[in-house]
């Protein structure tokens, strides 16, 4: 485990390094949810964690949270413009382009930097949110660790990767009804970290799918 990287330290470079090199875990598949579950894990994640303090900031991540699902029932591929489409409602804003200069994040104790290639490689990442080789917990993980390290937008990058993940999960018909348990503080050169994460997700999955099914055969 690491404790957080310093100024001198790239933390995408570090993200990009260590990506491929991860062990994501193997995962007995749940069998695919064909009605969403009574508790919307999401949704009372971004009530509860910003209802309180930013009420309409609240109601704009609902809203995408909607059109996230929406586009996920369309079958549409994860990119960078499909996040920012959303990003744009997120932060009323007219556009939400790909930063232009390095980033910092955690107080400035983590900096990403911007090589001329950064966005098409971010592009190239979210297209693997598709990969059939890897097991759909480590498809969700991966794009939510992507956004989180590539940090590609000037203000909320998190609530983006949260985005993503519900995105990925919910096009494969695996909605969650809890998620509070995902809550950690991640690093990018954590390649387990990275690699927990997708467990949690396949326990959490699996878990909604046999409550959804008990709830069906009652």
């Given amino acids: 485990m690491t404790s957080g990287l310093g100024h001198d330290r790239d933390t995408l470079a570090d ?16 069998r695919p949810g064909a009605v969403a579950p009574a508790y919307d894990g999401f949704r009372d994640f971004f009530t509860t964690t910003r209802g309180s303090r ?19 029932a369309q079958d549409r591929r994860l990119s960078f413009d499909l996040l920012e489409n959303w990003q744009r409602t997120v932060l009323h804003q ?3 382009p790909f930063r232009t200069v390095p980033a910092f994040a955690k107080d400035g104790r983590e900096r990403y930097g911007l090589p001329p ?15 059939t080789d890897l097991p759909l917990p480590s498809r969700a993980a991966r794009p939510y ?8 937008f000037e203000d909320g990058n998190a609530r983006a ?13 695996a909605p969650l009804d809890q998620v509070h348990p995902r809550q950690a503080t991640r690093w990018a050169d954590d ?6 994460l997708a467990v ?19």
């Fill in 191 to 196: 390649a387990d970290c990275a690699a927990d």
């Fill in 200 to 218: 949690l997700l396949g326990i959490l999955v699996t878990a909604a799918e046999r409550r959804l099914s008990s709830g069906r055969q009652s």
């Fill in 117 to 131: 290639n950064t966005p098409a490689c971010f592009e190239r990442c979210l297209s693997e949110s598709t990969q």
């Fill in 15 to 30: 993200w990009l390094r260590i990506r491929p090199q991860i062990s994501w875990p193997c995962w007995n598949s749940a």
């Fill in 54 to 72: 930013d009420a309409e900031g609240t109601r704009q991540v609902l809203t995408i949270l909607d059109l996230a699902r929406a586009d996920a």
């Fill in 94 to 96: 007219p556009s939400a």
């Fill in 145 to 152: 660790h992507d956004v989180l390290f590539f940090h590609p």
């Fill in 161 to 173: 990767a949260m985005l993503a993940l519900t995105f990925v999960l919910a096009r494969e018909g």
